[in-house]
């Protein structure tokens, strides 16, 4: 089992809401802006219960990052199974003539979270579109790198459950409980033995997503198909800062404590 994370690496969540809707043609590889699309600024609004809608055939929504990046993956949550295939664009140019095309095909997204492997190059811009039909449902993307946690041999992950509600004891031992928030889970991995190299990509992640952005915590890595991860996947935030202790020359251990998001 290899313990994955999946982050927003490519300032997604930042782009301005570089956001905008669109249509694409895939004859002559062109985007041109337009308003096809209804709540696209769901795509990055960390809420995973809000969705896109009208979203046709060959509607698009363009991201602009600001700089050209390069990616691993694209990450598409979806609240229905969505039969339409889902290709993209990658691009220097904002509108006009892509130019590379990734035929992402993807035949259909299943509900929860997709991960898309990328090709590899650095460009600004990355048009994602339905191809042959609708694209309703999609809620959330972002787009980002993979980092393996070096789990094995010596790390241990702890998984809390906390209950949503609270218990209110009145006269007569009556108990009453009231709905605060949605059940959600704590992770806890605590690293007893990574190498500077591990301590290094912990850094690099950390900096990226600091408690403010949400990333996928994937418990099994492995993929199944040409794309997706074993899983489970789970949509969380960091707790708390990480803190690094030397153990030996250049091992280090640490611990990781994410918080499952609800929405």
């Known amino acids: 089992m290899a313990a994955t994370i999946f982050y927003d690496s490519a300032g997604t969540y930042q782009s301005t809401i570089n956001v905008e809707d669109g249509t694409a043609h895939i004859s002559n590889k062109t985007f ?18 809000k969705a896109i809608t009208s979203w046709g055939n060959l509607d698009a929504l363009r991201f602009d990052f600001g700089s050209a990046v390069t990616v691993d993956y694209v990450a598409i949550y979806t ?28 035949d259909s997204l299943t509900p929860g979270w997709n991960i898309v492997t ?16 609708s694209a309703d449902g999609i809620t959330e993307i972002f787009f980002g790198k993979t ?32 709905d605060k928030h949605d059940n959600y889970k704590t992770f806890t991995i605590s690293f007893d033995h990574m190498t500077a190299a591990n301590k290094a990509e912990l850094e690099t992640f950390s900096n990226a997503v600091t408690n403010r952005l ?19 996947l789970h949509y969380v935030k960091l707790v708390r800062p990480l803190t690094f202790k030397t153990v030996a ?6 611990q990781v404590v994410m918080r499952e998001l609800t929405s």
């Open 118 to 133: 990328q090709s590899s190059g650095d460009f600004r811009y990355r048009i994602v579109f339905a191809d042959g039909g």
């Open 249 to 254: 020359p250049d091992i280090f251990s640490c």
């Open 79 to 106: 609240t229905t199974a969505i039969t339409t295939d889902i290709r993209m664009f990658r691009s220097d140019n904002a509108t006009g003539t892509a130019n590379h095309v990734t035929n992402i095909e993807v």
């Open 32 to 49: 041109a802006n337009a308003g096809t699309l209804t709540n696209e600024a769901f795509a990055i609004d960390q809420d995973i219960t």
């Open 214 to 232: 949400p990333f996928i915590y994937c418990e099994d890595g492995t993929i199944i198909n040409a794309n997706n991860p074993t899983g489970p």
């Open 147 to 178: 980092l393996s946690l070096p789990i094995n041999p010596t790390a241990n992950v702890i998984t809390k459950h906390t209950f949503g509600s609270e218990e209110v004891k009145a006269h007569g031992a009556n108990r009453y409980y009231i």
